[in-house]
Protein backbone atom coordinates (compact mmCIF):
# COMPACT_ATOMS: atom_id res chain seq x y z
CA UNK A 1 0.00 0.00 0.00
CA UNK A 2 2.60 2.21 0.84
CA UNK A 3 4.24 1.36 -2.50
CA UNK A 4 1.15 2.40 -4.75
CA UNK A 5 0.79 5.78 -2.57
CA UNK A 6 4.27 6.86 -3.14
CA UNK A 7 3.44 5.80 -7.45
CA UNK A 8 0.29 7.74 -7.12
CA UNK A 9 2.35 10.78 -5.41
CA UNK A 10 4.87 10.78 -8.58
CA UNK A 11 2.49 10.93 -11.01
CA UNK A 12 0.53 13.36 -8.87
CA UNK A 13 3.76 15.36 -9.03
CA UNK A 14 4.55 14.77 -13.08
CA UNK A 15 1.03 15.85 -14.18
CA UNK A 16 1.50 19.30 -12.42
CA UNK A 17 5.36 19.16 -13.94
CA UNK A 18 3.75 19.61 -17.10
CA UNK A 19 0.85 22.25 -16.74
CA UNK A 20 2.72 25.31 -18.61
CA UNK A 21 3.79 28.07 -16.35
CA UNK A 22 3.59 31.96 -16.36
CA UNK A 23 7.05 32.07 -18.11
CA UNK A 24 6.61 29.02 -20.27
CA UNK A 25 3.91 30.78 -21.67
CA UNK A 26 5.42 34.06 -21.98
CA UNK A 27 8.50 32.53 -23.62
CA UNK A 28 6.67 30.53 -26.30
CA UNK A 29 4.54 33.66 -27.40
CA UNK A 30 7.82 35.16 -27.61
CA UNK A 31 9.25 32.58 -29.65
CA UNK A 32 5.80 32.73 -32.16
CA UNK A 33 6.99 36.48 -32.44
CA UNK A 34 10.07 36.13 -33.54
CA UNK A 35 9.34 33.54 -36.09
CA UNK A 36 6.19 36.07 -37.32
CA UNK A 37 9.08 37.83 -38.39
CA UNK A 38 12.32 35.79 -39.38
CA UNK A 39 9.69 32.64 -40.99
CA UNK A 40 7.99 29.70 -39.00
CA UNK A 41 11.40 27.56 -39.65
CA UNK A 42 13.47 29.71 -37.86
CA UNK A 43 15.20 28.39 -35.09
CA UNK A 44 14.79 31.01 -32.43
CA UNK A 45 16.59 30.86 -28.97
CA UNK A 46 15.40 32.81 -25.55
CA UNK A 47 18.10 32.69 -22.97
CA UNK A 48 18.21 34.81 -19.49
CA UNK A 49 15.13 35.03 -19.21
CA UNK A 50 13.01 37.88 -16.72
CA UNK A 51 9.78 37.81 -15.82
CA UNK A 52 7.59 40.83 -14.61
CA UNK A 53 3.69 40.07 -14.59
CA UNK A 54 0.85 41.34 -12.77
CA UNK A 55 -0.38 39.86 -10.05
CA UNK A 56 -3.36 36.47 -10.37
CA UNK A 57 -1.75 36.50 -14.08
CA UNK A 58 -2.60 32.28 -15.31
CA UNK A 59 -2.16 33.19 -19.07
CA UNK A 60 -0.15 34.96 -21.48
CA UNK A 61 -1.63 35.11 -25.40
CA UNK A 62 0.47 37.44 -26.83
CA UNK A 63 4.27 38.59 -27.15
CA UNK A 64 5.23 42.05 -28.48
CA UNK A 65 8.56 42.94 -29.03
CA UNK A 66 9.49 46.47 -28.57
CA UNK A 67 9.90 48.78 -31.45
CA UNK A 68 14.04 48.96 -32.70
CA UNK A 69 14.32 45.84 -30.91
CA UNK A 70 17.75 43.78 -32.34
CA UNK A 71 18.91 40.23 -32.33
CA UNK A 72 21.59 38.59 -30.33
CA UNK A 73 21.06 40.51 -27.78
CA UNK A 74 18.00 41.46 -24.53
CA UNK A 75 14.59 41.81 -26.55
CA UNK A 76 11.88 43.36 -23.91
CA UNK A 77 8.33 41.94 -25.22
CA UNK A 78 5.10 42.98 -23.96
CA UNK A 79 2.53 40.37 -22.67
CA UNK A 80 -0.77 40.85 -23.11
CA UNK A 81 -3.24 38.06 -21.71
CA UNK A 82 -6.74 36.63 -21.78
CA UNK A 83 -9.62 39.43 -20.42
CA UNK A 84 -13.81 39.41 -20.55
CA UNK A 85 -13.40 41.22 -24.30
CA UNK A 86 -10.31 41.73 -25.47
CA UNK A 87 -6.40 40.82 -24.71
CA UNK A 88 -4.68 43.36 -22.11
CA UNK A 89 -1.26 43.90 -20.95
CA UNK A 90 -0.63 42.06 -17.94
CA UNK A 91 3.27 42.31 -17.58
CA UNK A 92 6.94 42.08 -20.08
CA UNK A 93 9.25 39.50 -20.84
CA UNK A 94 13.27 40.33 -20.88
CA UNK A 95 15.15 37.73 -23.02
CA UNK A 96 18.68 37.37 -24.87
CA UNK A 97 17.57 36.64 -28.30
CA UNK A 98 19.21 34.76 -30.92
CA UNK A 99 18.06 33.92 -34.44
CA UNK A 100 18.87 31.47 -37.27
CA UNK A 101 16.80 31.67 -40.22
CA UNK A 102 17.03 31.77 -44.15
CA UNK A 103 18.81 34.84 -45.09
CA UNK A 104 21.01 36.40 -47.69
CA UNK A 105 24.38 37.80 -47.24
CA UNK A 106 26.75 39.90 -50.00
CA UNK A 107 29.42 38.02 -52.15
CA UNK A 108 32.64 39.90 -52.03
CA UNK A 109 32.46 43.54 -51.61
CA UNK A 110 29.90 45.73 -53.18
CA UNK A 111 30.11 49.98 -53.73
CA UNK A 112 26.66 51.94 -52.79
CA UNK A 113 24.52 51.94 -56.21
CA UNK A 114 25.45 48.92 -57.04
CA UNK A 115 23.06 46.03 -58.68
CA UNK A 116 22.84 42.64 -57.02
CA UNK A 117 23.12 39.56 -59.06
CA UNK A 118 22.75 36.19 -58.83
CA UNK A 119 27.24 35.76 -58.16
CA UNK A 120 26.99 38.95 -55.57
CA UNK A 121 24.69 37.35 -53.07
CA UNK A 122 24.17 34.00 -51.90
CA UNK A 123 21.14 32.35 -49.74
CA UNK A 124 22.18 30.66 -46.67
CA UNK A 125 20.43 29.62 -43.68
CA UNK A 126 22.48 30.47 -40.22
CA UNK A 127 22.84 32.92 -37.51
CA UNK A 128 21.88 36.58 -38.66
CA UNK A 129 23.82 38.19 -35.83
CA UNK A 130 22.85 41.04 -34.36
CA UNK A 131 19.68 42.83 -36.75
CA UNK A 132 16.43 44.48 -36.54
CA UNK A 133 13.77 42.42 -35.49
CA UNK A 134 12.42 42.99 -38.72
CA UNK A 135 11.72 40.60 -41.76
CA UNK A 136 15.01 39.99 -44.07
CA UNK A 137 14.70 39.70 -47.64
CA UNK A 138 14.65 36.62 -49.72
CA UNK A 139 16.89 35.79 -52.65
CA UNK A 140 14.43 36.79 -55.35
CA UNK A 141 13.65 40.22 -53.83
CA UNK A 142 17.56 40.74 -53.45
CA UNK A 143 18.84 40.07 -57.20
CA UNK A 144 18.21 42.72 -59.36
CA UNK A 145 18.04 45.58 -56.83
CA UNK A 146 20.35 48.38 -55.99
CA UNK A 147 22.24 48.81 -52.76
CA UNK A 148 21.74 51.88 -51.11
CA UNK A 149 24.95 51.64 -49.06
CA UNK A 150 28.64 49.36 -49.08
CA UNK A 151 28.65 45.79 -48.27
CA UNK A 152 31.60 43.73 -47.31
CA UNK A 153 32.29 40.35 -48.08
CA UNK A 154 29.81 38.34 -45.86
CA UNK A 155 27.41 41.25 -44.49
CA UNK A 156 23.77 40.24 -44.41
CA UNK A 157 21.33 41.76 -46.83
CA UNK A 158 18.51 43.97 -45.08
CA UNK A 159 15.80 46.02 -46.53
CA UNK A 160 17.08 49.17 -45.60
CA UNK A 161 20.28 48.65 -47.39
CA UNK A 162 18.37 48.35 -50.33
CA UNK A 163 17.52 50.98 -52.58
CA UNK A 164 13.37 50.13 -52.97
CA UNK A 165 12.18 49.09 -56.59
CA UNK A 166 8.94 50.43 -57.55
CA UNK A 167 5.54 47.97 -57.08
CA UNK A 168 3.62 50.18 -59.67
CA UNK A 169 4.83 52.13 -62.75
CA UNK A 170 3.02 54.77 -64.20
CA UNK A 171 0.73 53.69 -66.95
CA UNK A 172 0.42 50.13 -64.97
CA UNK A 173 -3.28 48.86 -64.51
CA UNK A 174 -3.42 47.89 -60.55
CA UNK A 175 -6.35 46.46 -58.71
CA UNK A 176 -7.47 48.58 -55.91
CA UNK A 177 -8.83 47.68 -53.02
CA UNK A 178 -11.40 49.70 -50.79
CA UNK A 179 -12.51 49.26 -47.51
CA UNK A 180 -15.97 50.35 -46.17
CA UNK A 181 -16.89 49.02 -42.61
CA UNK A 182 -16.93 45.26 -42.84
CA UNK A 183 -16.91 45.44 -46.93
CA UNK A 184 -13.81 44.70 -49.42
CA UNK A 185 -14.48 46.32 -52.48
CA UNK A 186 -11.75 45.75 -55.78
CA UNK A 187 -11.79 47.12 -58.66
CA UNK A 188 -9.35 48.20 -61.82
CA UNK A 189 -7.07 51.83 -62.06
CA UNK A 190 -4.50 53.31 -63.75
CA UNK A 191 -1.55 54.03 -61.95
CA UNK A 192 -0.69 57.81 -62.64
CA UNK A 193 2.78 57.96 -61.23
CA UNK A 194 5.17 55.30 -59.91
CA UNK A 195 5.48 54.03 -55.93
CA UNK A 196 7.17 51.44 -54.07
CA UNK A 197 5.88 49.45 -51.40
CA UNK A 198 3.98 51.76 -48.66
CA UNK A 199 3.99 55.08 -50.63
CA UNK A 200 1.13 56.67 -51.33
CA UNK A 201 0.17 57.12 -55.37
CA UNK A 202 -2.72 58.49 -57.19
CA UNK A 203 -5.16 56.24 -59.54
CA UNK A 204 -7.18 57.12 -62.09
CA UNK A 205 -10.52 55.23 -62.71
CA UNK A 206 -10.49 54.37 -66.63
CA UNK A 207 -14.22 54.56 -67.05
CA UNK A 208 -14.91 57.62 -64.71
CA UNK A 209 -11.75 59.31 -65.05
CA UNK A 210 -11.33 60.21 -61.65
CA UNK A 211 -8.72 60.58 -59.81
CA UNK A 212 -8.10 58.50 -56.76
CA UNK A 213 -5.69 58.62 -53.90
CA UNK A 214 -4.38 55.38 -52.37
CA UNK A 215 -1.32 53.87 -50.74
CA UNK A 216 0.71 50.76 -53.10
CA UNK A 217 -0.08 47.76 -50.53
CA UNK A 218 1.64 44.97 -52.55
CA UNK A 219 2.97 44.20 -56.75
CA UNK A 220 0.03 46.14 -58.64
CA UNK A 221 -2.15 46.67 -55.87
CA UNK A 222 -3.33 50.10 -54.40
CA UNK A 223 -5.52 50.15 -51.39
CA UNK A 224 -7.50 53.12 -51.99
CA UNK A 225 -8.46 55.53 -49.10
CA UNK A 226 -11.91 55.74 -48.58
CA UNK A 227 -14.03 59.18 -49.26
CA UNK A 228 -11.08 59.73 -51.82
Known amino acids: ?13 QARAQVPTVLDEAL ?13 DAEVTLDAPVLHVLPRTSRVT ?14 RFVLYGPSASRDVRVGRLTARVRVSARHVRAVGALRPRSAFTETSVIEVREDIGRQLLAPLPT ?14 DGDVVTHTALVARPLV ?18 GRAIA ?8 PVIVVNPDSRRRL ?3 VRGQALVEVMHGS
Open 1 to 13: MLLAGLALACIAV
Open 192 to 199: AQAAGLGD
Open 28 to 40: ARATDAVRDTFGV
Open 213 to 215: HGR
Open 62 to 75: RAVPEPSSRTAGPV
Open 169 to 186: ASGDEVVTVARIGGLEIR
Open 139 to 152: LAAVIGATSRKSFR
